[in-house]
Antibody, heavy 121, light 110 residues
Framework: QLQLQESGPGLVKPSETLSLTCTVS??????????WGWIRQPPGKGLEWIGS???????YYNPSLKSRVTISVDTSKNQFSLKLSSVTAADTAVYYC?????????????WGQGTMVTVSS | SYELTQPPSVSVSPGQTARITCSGD??????AYWYQQKPGQAPVLVIY???ERPSGIPERFSGSSSGTTVTLTISGVQAEDEADYYC?????????????FGGGTKLTVL
């Protein structure tokens, strides 16, 4: 059964770069049927899509975050990663990675458990 | 930027029917998806492509679409259905680009 696991620092200083990795287990990140995405949720607030990536490296970003976001994929490690630069307290959130089934469901069907990232000095 | 609008809260008694709406200008052209999120847990997909139910989701969950509004209906609501519900769609062709989430609706089972 496919699983996703986020990893990375839980505390990031303001103005620095937030870096997270999502490890995919139980399946291949290189499948042509899926995209891979990052979604975040500030405490007590709703979900916000950050961006998505295909195994080939094609990326799609939320326009409101595009200038600060980089999503990359490492097929050899079955991982994809998120970098968010120049962070502020507003970037404090639970960060989820998720699989987007682009064939049948056309939706985020498998999610990681999420990782809390706090931006504070 | 494109927005999806949901009511902040809906309350219903056990056994009754809950209806949660989501409005957006692109919904006549784009599919909508619904996620259930319980406290401290990751979201779970409950409806895809407006009205399709993923494997394992109870039949009491259904979805419909009419014009610029989509609706998640939970028939015979149970206490375990108390959660936040989010609609999701896209601003252009392809769900993998321009993904948008609604603000979420808290379903309270009285």
């Amino acid at each position: 059964q496919l699983q996703l696991q986020e990893s990375g620092p839980g505390l990031v200083k303001p103005s620095e770069t937030l870096s997270l990795t999502c490890t995919v287990s139980g399946g291949s990140i290189s499948s042509s049927s899926y995209y891979w995405g990052w979604i975040r949720q500030p405490p007590g607030k709703g979900l916000e899509w950050i961006g998505s990536i295909y195994y080939s490296g094609s990326t799609y970003y939320n326009p409101s975050l595009k200038s600060r976001v980089t999503i990359s994929v490492d097929t050899s490690k079955n991982q994809f990663s998120l970098k968010l630069s120049s962070v502020t307290a507003a970037d404090t959130a639970v960060y989820y990675c998720a699989r987007l089934d682009s064939t049948t469901l056309d939706a985020f069907d498998i999610w990681g458990q999420g990782t809390m990232v706090t931006v504070s000095s | 930027s494109y927005e999806l609008t949901q009511p902040p809260s809906v309350s219903v008694s056990p056994g009754q029917t809950a209806r949660i709406t989501c409005s957006g200008d692109a919904l006549p052209k784009q599919y909508a998806y619904w996620y259930q999120q319980k406290p401290g847990q990751a979201p779970v997909l409950v409806i895809y492509k407006d009205s399709e139910r993923p494997s394992g989701i109870p039949e009491r969950f259904s979805g419909s679409s009419s014009g610029t509004t989509v609706t998640l209906t939970i028939s015979g609501v149970q206490a375990e259905d108390e959660a936040d519900y989010y609609c999701q769609s896209a601003d252009s062709s392809g769900t993998y680009r321009d993904v948008v989430f609604g603000g979420g609706t808290k379903l309270t089972v009285l």
